[in-house]
Antibody, heavy 119, light 112 residues
Framework: QVQLVQSGAEVKKPGASVKVSCKAS????????IYWVRQAPGQGPEWMGW????????NYAQKFQGRVTMTRDTSITTAYMELSRLRSDDTAVYYC????????????WGQGTMVTVSS | QSALTQPASVSGSPGQSITISCTGP?????????VSWYQQHPGKAPKLMIY???YRPSGVSNRFSGSKSGNTASLTISGLQAEDEADYYC????????????FGGGTKLTVL
């Protein structure tokens, strides 16, 4: 079964960091870019960046540059997204999604990880 | 603020058809064929419904169709059913060279 399974919900204080994991199974992990997308309550999705699991190359949205780091561990087919210097407006559901180059779209999504930033 | 503009809400009765628009500045929507549409039920992850403007992934009902004219893409749902009630988001590449993407703000579909 093709799926992405993310780590559980997190509660963090302002200024802290959070690291979310995304484990892929059922397909060749290195074949498809992993994108990270977040969705604040009541808002549309917001693209954060992507990682090429094959090379480890990354591209971050300008808004998050300097605060986000995307990595992967091919031995355990897992991608990670770490966001630092958290603020209250970083409270959102964070999703990983597999980018299918045939579709030019995201056909596999993780279940989402709720990150709450509160003092 | 989302880069792609969608109406906040649309509604229709069972059996009717509705259309959701998605407007973006060229070249996001205008120059590329890589517009996709996602359906999202409350508390769930988005689900791909349409890719490359008008193609359906395997398993998606043929009641869902997509099109594009100029800088506006559209999602049409025909024969509305209760389970179609959800949020719908469009997406496109902001840059095909860097694979950066943008999303619309979303449209809440209510089936009356």
């Amino acid at each position: 079964q093709v799926q992405l399974v993310q780590s559980g919900a997190e509660v963090k204080k302002p200024g802290a960091s959070v690291k979310v994991s995304c484990k892929a199974s059922g397909y060749t992990f290195t074949d498809y870019y992993i994108y990270w997308v977040r969705q604040a309550p009541g808002q549309g999705p917001e693209w954060m960046g992507w990682i090429n699991p094959n090379s480890g190359g990354t591209n971050y949205a300008q808004k998050f540059q300097g605060r986000v780091t995307m990595t992967r561990d091919t031995s355990i087919t897992t991608a990670y997204m770490e966001l630092s210097r958290l603020r209250s407006d970083d409270t959102a559901v964070y999703y990983c999604a597999s980018h299918n180059p045939v579709y030019n779209a995201f056909d596999i999504w993780g279940q989402g990880t709720m990150v709450t930033v509160s003092s | 603020q989302s880069a792609l503009t969608q109406p906040a809400s649309v509604s229709g009765s069972p059996g009717q058809s509705i259309t959701i628009s998605c407007t973006g500045p060229s070249p996001d929507v205008g120059n590329y064929k890589f517009v996709s549409w996602y359906q999202q039920h409350p508390g769930k992850a988005p689900k791909l419904m349409i890719y490359d403007v008008s193609y359906r992934p395997s398993g998606v009902s043929n009641r869902f169709s997509g099109s594009k004219s100029g800088n506006t893409a559209s999602l049409t749902i025909s024969g509305l059913q209760a389970e179609d009630e959800a949020d719908y988001y469009c997406s496109s590449y902001a840059s095909s060279s860097t694979l950066n993407v943008v999303f619309g703000g979303g449209t809440k579909l209510t089936v009356l």
